[in-house]
């Protein structure tokens, strides 16, 4: 394959079979990112992830998800159905020559198939199986179905997103889903180290519920200290100055995040504030505690700096806050969307946005690039994701040495 | 586990990062075997330490529970960087270290003769994991912030929430337990590759580049057609029905997604098929999206008969997702986390209270495992210094009285 970098990559090398759906899709998607060559294996017909929304030119099209494409480039696609008997025979003559196989199947369905971690182990034993499910491989939930919302409700996060007067809410981007993967990543490159060490290697059970729950710490250490179940803006109830540790002000033009009351900063906002012609109270010696040293302040100081900060964001664009802000080292920062991202001159110095063709669209769409930067094995950019059955004859005919009358027989049969 | 060698056995981490999100990625590393060995300062305590809830009255700086938690299994020596005998204490430490990790802002390793090119030349296949919010290069690489900062920077705030409401966030700073995951990952893929290849490197790992991976398709979305997607409340363009609804008892709900319409016929089972759900304009996806608030004040009305426990259970019977949103307390009494032993308990008296959430993943091979709660400010300087480095006891002692070990 024309690699577009001559650096090496981590997983140069590494074969992995991807048998994700949504739930885990971003574990493939780092595998791919570092190297591997990884080979997603849909059913006959195309894998139901290519029919999310959205859609480019917004018509629902397979081929066109760019839902999709977000998380499928850089790997080839090949179609089998894994549950026909040859389809099963041809997975483990893959999984023979692969190094890793992630899989979001219900607990038991791949054992059901002869294809479990046992059965796929016995003939390979360097292979990494990385499971991702709801709720882990066993256990009184095992076998409970799962979206992201549920498992945000399931994880607890959903309980305290949110506004009192409202039900919980959900983040319109998949938290948990990507949690899942991500932790799915961590969980495989340990089991992978491990192999680079032994020759070993393993199976990795991720539950997505637990991997939503790594953001609920902070709740759960008031709990355990306090007893305390909060609800959704908890951190007004737990902590006396919290509203003020995050919030959301209205600028002329848009929104943008600050965190007046964060310690140390408080005398630079007090400085910022005054040149603005605001708070002039502060000077007075009662704020000195709270604004000079450190001291956590009355809830009425808290609110107060609150305030005038908020009177300070509505009298400009966010622009003329984020800028001047931060050279004062205030903690502040734009709320942005997709659009902002898309233009910040920030992400734009360091290469961040990456263009990946798509000959059948005409041009080239352009995607986040590395999430982190390793000075000698750079994060890959390099195709965009597989069309249905793209690489079969690359793989079937071309590794697997199937003959070209075996390849018709089997796609004549619906097994790829 | 038995007679599997823990994954990271060997390998030593020095640890300057503070506050949440760099502790949480290195204690991935400890959490597998690593040696993680934090370098504080009497002088200047790591922030968190003073960060509530603490878990004895008067808090002390031993007594933190979010330090506690995201630095267990790791060790601690007290060092004064700013004593020039400090500086070179720590490069006799970097010699017989693997990885090297820091949590400040761009420019503050090297001031202290600490940056990739110095770390290199006293060893040569150090990996050094630069952990920051903004990256080491950019013209905003000097920008402050923190988690609540970031996820707002990273877009997530923009998707959360109501679409009639201001943006909000998706967890008290949902990116620092989201991008530790990213740089655990590339930490642990450094080392994998300087086993392959005896090549260390440098990561840079800007906090920015990480939280919009959470964002992703939302950025393609932008880039391919030109459209923002917005904050959508509970609906979802895959699913119908699909919300949290309230169920009987005091702010108890149950979230409910239906993908498809055979689930739909599930979930019209699950509820014995009344005669409003076979109403035609609820047939299809589609036409229950098109009418989602009369559906979903439909099924309130069926949830809120119930127990959000029984909710879920019927309509997990019927094979719907289905879930209880559940309270802190709800997980810690949630018997598939029990039976996953999620919580990992430390049997020490002074932690009676306390117990920490072990790695959402499982090695069937070489699981991790609790060692040793959070080590208490400079704990481990006799271990480190005498045991690790070899320092003569003279020289320790020497050491402390010139405030280097403090």
Not at chain 1, 281 to 309: I, T
Not at chain 2, 152 to 173: D, H, I, K, S, V
Not at chain 2, 204 to 231: K, M, S
Request: charged letters at 20%; hydrophobic letters at 40%; aromatic letters at 8%.
């Amino acid at each position: 394959m024309p690699a577009q970098s001559t650096a090496p990559a981590i997983l140069d090398g590494c074969r992995v079979l991807d048998l994700t759906d949504e739930s885990g899709v971003f574990c493939t998607k780092v595998l791919a990112g570092l190297g591997a060559d990884v080979i997603r294996i849909e059913p006959p017909g195309g894998h139901p992830m290519r029919r999310r929304a959205p859609f480019y030119g917004g018509q629902p099209d397979p081929e066109k998800s760019l839902y999709w494409f977000n998380f499928n480039f850089n790997k080839r696609g090949i179609t089998l159905d894994i549950a026909a008997p040859e389809g099963r025979d041809i997975l483990k003559r893959l999984a023979q020559g692969a190094d890793f196989l992630v899989e979001c199947f219900p607990p038991g369905y791949l054992d059901s198939l002869g294809l479990g971690y046992q059965h796929l182990s016995a003939g390979a034993p360097r292979l990494i199986l990385t499971s991702i499910t709801p709720f882990g491989q066993t256990g009184p939930h095992s076998r409970y179905k799962a979206s992201d919302l549920t498992l945000c409700a399931m994880g607890g996060l959903a309980y305290v997103i949110g506004d009192e007067d409202t039900p919980p809410a959900w983040t319109n981007s998949e938290v948990a889903y990507h949690q899942a993967g991500a932790q799915a990543a961590v969980g495989t490159m340990m089991a992978h180290y491990y192999r680079e060490l032994t020759g070993e290697g393993q199976h990795v059970d991720v539950s997505a519920q637990e991997c939503v729950m790594v953001a609920m710490k902070p709740v759960d250490l008031n709990f355990k200290v306090d007893g305390q179940v909060p609800v959704r803006r908890w951190y007004t109830s737990v902590f006396p100055g919290a509203p003020y540790l995050s919030p959301i002000f209205k600028a002329r033009d848009g929104w943008v995040v600050g965190a007046p009351s964060y310690w140390p900063g408080r005398d630079r906002v007090r400085d910022w504030l005054n040149s603005e012609g605001l708070g002039e109270e502060l000077f007075q010696p009662s704020w000195d505690g709270f604004l000079l040293r450190g001291e956590e302040g009355s809830p009425e100081q808290q609110r107060r700096l609150n305030e005038l900060f908020a009177a300070l964001c509505a009298k400009h664009t966010v622009a003329e806050l984020v800028e001047p802000g931060q050279s004062r080292g205030v903690h502040i920062g734009p709320v942005n969307s997709a659009r902002e991202l898309a233009a910040d001159p920030h992400l734009a110095a360091r290469g961040f946005l990456r263009a990946v063709e798509h000959p059948e669209l005409g041009g080239a769409l352009r995607y986040p690039g590395a999430p982190f930067q390793l000075s000698e094995t750079p994060w890959r950019v390099e195709r965009r994701a597989p069309l249905p059955g793209e690489h079969n004859r690359e793989v079937y005919a071309g590794e697997l040495g199937l003959s070209a009358e075996a390849l018709a027989s089997l796609e004549q049969r619906g097994v790829i | 586990m038995g007679s599997h060698r823990d994954v990271l056995e060997g390998v030593r981490v020095v640890d300057f990062c503070w506050a949440g999100v760099g502790p949480m990625t290195t204690r991935h590393l400890a959490d597998f075997g690593a040696e993680v060995i934090k370098v504080e300062s009497m002088t200047r305590v790591e922030v968190c330490r003073r960060a509530g809830p603490h878990r004895s009255a008067p808090p002390d700086q031993d007594s933190s529970t979010q330090f506690g938690n995201y630095n267990s299994n790791k060790l601690s020596v007290s060092i004064n960087v700013k004593h020039p005998e400090g500086v070179e204490l720590i490069k006799r430490l970097l010699r017989v270290a693997d990885v090297v990790t820091d949590s400040f802002s761009g420019g503050v390793m090297e001031r202290l003769g600490l940056g990739y090119p110095q770390l290199r030349q006293i060893k040569p296949d150090i990996i050094a994991a630069s952990l920051s919010l903004m990256g080491q290069s950019g013209p905003h690489s000097e920008y402050r912030g923190h988690g609540h900062i970031l996820q707002a920077m990273g877009g997530l705030n923009q998707l959360t929430g109501w679409p009639e409401r201001q943006p909000f966030a998706p967890a008290l700073a949902f990116t620092d337990y989201w991008v530790p995951q990213l740089w655990a990952t590339a930490i642990v893929g450094a080392l994998a590759h300087r086993q392959k290849t005896g090549q260390g490197q440098f990561l840079d790992c800007a906090g920015l580049e990480g939280a919009i991976h959470a964002t992703g398709t939302a950025i393609l979305e932008f880039t391919a057609n030109g459209t923002v997607r917005a904050r959508s409340g509970h609906r979802h363009p895959g699913y119908a029905p699909h919300g949290i609804y309230r169920c009987r008892g005091q702010d108890a709900w149950c979230a409910i997604a239906v993908a498809s319409d055979e689930e739909w016929q599930s979930f019209c089972r699950a509820l014995g098929n009344p005669p409003w759900t076979q109403d035609e304009r609820f047939a299809t996806c589609g036409g229950r999206a098109e009418n989602a608030a009369e559906l979903d004040s439909r099924i309130t009305a069926w949830t809120q008969e119930r127990s959000a426990p029984d909710a879920m259970r019927l309509l997990q019977q019927a094979g719907v997702a289905a879930g209880v949103a559940q309270t802190v307390r709800d997980l810690h009494d949630d018997p598939q986390l029990k039976h996953r032993g999620h919580f990992w308990e430390w049997p020490d008296p002074d932690f009676r209270k306390f117990t920490f959430e072990g790695p959402a993943f499982q090695l069937s091979k070489t699981p991790a495992r609790l060692r040793r709660p959070s080590p208490k400010l400079g704990e481990h300087n006799s271990y480190v210094f005498l045991e690790v480095l070899g320092l003569a006891d003279a020289e320790y002692a020497d050491f402390i009285a010139q405030g280097v070990i403090n």
